[in-house]
């Protein structure tokens, strides 16, 4: 038996390296687009106020180099908006439809906003990009419209409440250009009581090979007011941020055939746009925001090396339309969500 | 292994002691220059060694063997899910339920034997919920493919479903048709028959493939054009019944969608004005996507990627042809791709045959398309 002991243990020695080979090929796995919670992590550079934003359902905080965790209902938390002081509006997503939320930063709700779910099937509705006004007394968002006449019909529109009282019947401050084309989104509530937002259209006109959706920055001085197009559709630009001085507009703007998106930004003069600088190239810039002092832009992009690496949060110190920065990147291995803009606070 | 710390270096016997002998020797030790016990100690040490160092190296390739096979099998353990599904997924017989039953049931073109031949391949994909019998699901994408080596480019060729063409199983009906009536045969007879471009390769893919793709990846990053919203979009994927409905929202601009959401983005037309056309462009977005993503991708990912697609793609290339057309995906770039979706006039119109929404084609336009990107 004693004779057996050697061979035997050889024989366990051999098949724990097989079963050791088996488990260091496990570990070669790519794990580069696998990411991290925030709390997990550290911001490579400390940027002064608080910035709030949302990864995977979750919404987070970051203070100086620290992230914590904001710890609100446990629902599907995709976006957050700048609140009235000390406050955020949040977005949860529940499926069939989307709730809009006052939140402290403790994450207890203050006040729920919006309800958009129902029993009936068709009457559950979307509503994203919560934007208060800078009086704070109207809250405007964008919610879907569906055509009565054919359900397959539906577009976003821009609408407004009391947010005293959001359940009052809602003011239509836009109404899509055309059927099945995206709709209106992202509305910038502004002092004179007008909002700037993203239109979403079809060019008509597009050959083979051409993107032929497209959108533009439109201003709109009251709901039946004639829009005012800030931007060509040749410069298929979104997602507007108002910086705090209210005379520079941050956006990102994408050329379709090459999916190639670059942050620009432009004067503001109350009615048109200056020319607009790039002040960051690629790869896919997303949901800009202005910090509170309005010198710099903070905005989500990938790894600039790597477009298809997750959204980070990044950047650009000192970007004016004259003067563009060098683009920093501020968190490493997390995956924030793309669709809103950080709130970032003084 | 005593005996090696007992008689080390000695020339060998040859009997193979065992711990016995080796306790002799041991208890039998001279002191240093005593006569004949010595020589005979040393005689026997001798012969001994011999036995030992033949012993050694016998052991010695076991070992080695041993562990060799056995890190051998570990790798073939972890990598069995990908020579599993490599089989699976290759080497398909151009044919389908009527193969047979028309005159050109296998690409036209033969296999490309040089490596810097422009090729083309079909790639078919299929909404293969149980709204479908698994071998008659329609081909809700058809792509055309041209791959050219030498120059390095890539062309992307959309083919809108309801295209109302001649089927090469017969008769006329829409082109997604043809593989749920004849499988890969007639859809591959069909679009070289109506489109006149000879086919060397086809490649089809399930949805449950693709959401199990993205998922491996850990998500795709897309630019979504516009607002999709979709009150009727098909909740097929998972649970009873494949007729239900669900809304669904994907937000504009730069996002990271996961398997069920790229699923989502790619597959909705009902709130899009251009319809299937959208839904061909933001296709052919997501490959490219998906392109970018698979080449962080690593060999030690390969099984868990190509396990998940298994049963969800299938082609008729040999895993040979495969292996060597995968270095090329790597060689291009975004640039390097041109992507062709018809829209509209002046290539067809739409119309209503039999209660169906169709597509007329206007030839003599696409065939002008066709061979400027296609020649020869």
């Given amino acids: ?346 | 292994m005593i005996a090696q710390i007992t008689v080390p270096g000695r020339p060998g016997g040859d009997l193979a002691p065992g711990p016995s002998q080796v306790g002799r020797v041991q208890s039998g030790g001279m002191p240093a220059g005593t006569g004949p016990r010595r020589r005979r100690a040393g005689l026997k040490s001798h012969q001994s060694s011999f036995s030992w160092g033949r012993h050694r190296a016998l052991v010695a390739a076991l070992l080695v063997v041993g562990f060799g096979l056995s890190g051998v099998s570990g790798v073939v353990a972890y990598f069995l899910p990908a020579i599993s599904a490599a089989f699976s997924i290759t080497g398909h017989p151009t044919s389908g339920p009527a193969a047979g039953k028309h005159p050109i049931s296998t690409p036209s073109a033969a296999p490309v034997t040089n490596s810097s031949q422009p090729f083309n391949v079909l790639l078919l994909g299929s909404d293969n919920d149980t709204k479908f019998q698994a071998n008659h699901v329609l081909a809700q994408t058809m792509i055309l493919v041209r791959v050219n080596p030498q120059a390095h480019t890539v062309v992307m060729f959309s083919i809108p479903r309801d295209l109302w063409v001649p089927i090469a199983g017969g008769g006329t009906a829409k082109i997604d048709s043809a593989y749920s009536d004849g499988g890969a045969a007639d859809a591959v007879a069909t679009v070289e028959n109506n489109f006149g471009v000879a086919i060397n390769y086809w490649v089809w893919i399930g949805l449950g493939g693709l959401v199990q793709l993205v998922n491996d990846l850990h998500g795709v990053n897309v630019v979504a054009q516009m607002p999709i919203l979709d009150d009727e979009y098909p909740s097929d994927l998972t649970g009873a019944n494949p007729y239900l409905q669900a809304r669904i929202a994907i937000l504009p601009g730069p996002q990271r969608l996961g398997g069920v959401a790229a699923l989502e983005y790619v597959r909705s037309r009902h709130g899009d004005v251009l319809s299937d056309i959208a839904r061909s462009q933001k296709q052919q977005q997501l490959l490219l996507d998906i392109k970018a993503s698979a080449a962080d991708a690593s060999l030690a990912d390969v099984p868990t990627i190509a396990g998940s697609l298994g049963s969800s793609v299938k082609t008729d290339m040999s895993i040979t042809q495969v292996t060597s057309l995968l270095p090329l995906a790597k060689a291009y770039s975004d640039g390097q791709v041109t992507q062709v979706v018809m829209v509209g006039s002046p290539y067809f119109s739409g119309t209503t045959i039999g209660g169906q929404d169709v597509l007329l084609p206007n030839w003599s336009a696409i065939h002008g398309l066709v061979a400027q990107y296609f020649p020869g």
């Avoid at chain 1, 700048?82 to 006040?111: C, H, K």
């Avoid at chain 1, 934007?131 to 407004?160: C, M």
């Avoid at chain 1, 039946?224 to 979104?238: D, H, K």
């Fill in chain 1, 1 to 346: 038996m004693r004779r057996l002991l050697p061979p035997l243990a050889v024989m366990a020695l051999m098949a724990i390296f097989g079963f050791a080979v088996y488990s260091i090929l496990g570990t070669l796995k790519s794990n580069k687009h696998l990411s991290t919670k925030p709390t997990q992590s550290q911001a490579l550079v400390a940027l002064p106020g608080r910035i709030v934003l949302v990864q995977a359902g979750n919404i987070y905080s970051l203070t100086n180099l620290t992230f914590t965790q904001i710890k609100a209902p446990a629902y599907d938390w995709v976006q957050v908006e700048t609140g009235p002081p000390g406050e955020i509006l949040a977005v949860a997503d529940f499926g069939m439809y989307s709730n809009v939320y006052l939140l402290n930063y403790q994450g207890q709700v203050v006040r729920q906003l919006l309800s958009e779910g129902s029993s009936q099937y068709f009457s559950n509705h979307w509503a994203y990009y919560p934007r208060v006004s800078p009086g704070g007394s109207t809250l405007f968002y964008s919610w879907d419209w569906v055509d009565p006449g054919s359900a397959y019909n539906v577009d976003f529109q821009i609408q407004a409440v009391p947010f005293a009282n959001p359940s009052a019947r809602a003011v239509v401050w836009s109404l899509p250009g055309l059927y099945y084309q995206g709709g209106d989104v992202e509305p910038i509530p502004l002092a004179n009581g007008g909002i700037i937002y993203a239109k979403y259209a079809v060019d008509s006109a597009a050959g083979p090979g051409d993107g032929s959706t497209y959108s533009q920055l439109v201003y709109a001085s009251s709901p039946s007011a004639n829009l005012v197009y800030l931007t060509s559709p040749g410069q298929n630009c979104a997602e507007p941020a108002l910086s705090p001085s209210g005379t520079e507009i941050a956006m990102v703007c994408t050329t379709n055939t090459l999916q190639t998106t670059t942050l620009q930004v432009a004067s503001w003069n109350g009615t048109s746009l200056g020319t607009p600088v790039v002040i960051s190239s690629g790869p896919e810039p997303a949901s800009p925001t202005w910090s509170p002092d309005g010198k710099s832009v903070l905005y989500l992009n990938t790894l600039l090396t790597d477009k298809s690496s997750p959204f980070q949060l990044w950047w650009v110190p000192k970007a004016t339309s004259a003067r563009p920065g060098v683009p920093q990147q501020v968190t490493t291995g997390l995956n924030f969500t793309a669709t809103s803009p950080p709130v970032w606070t003084p």
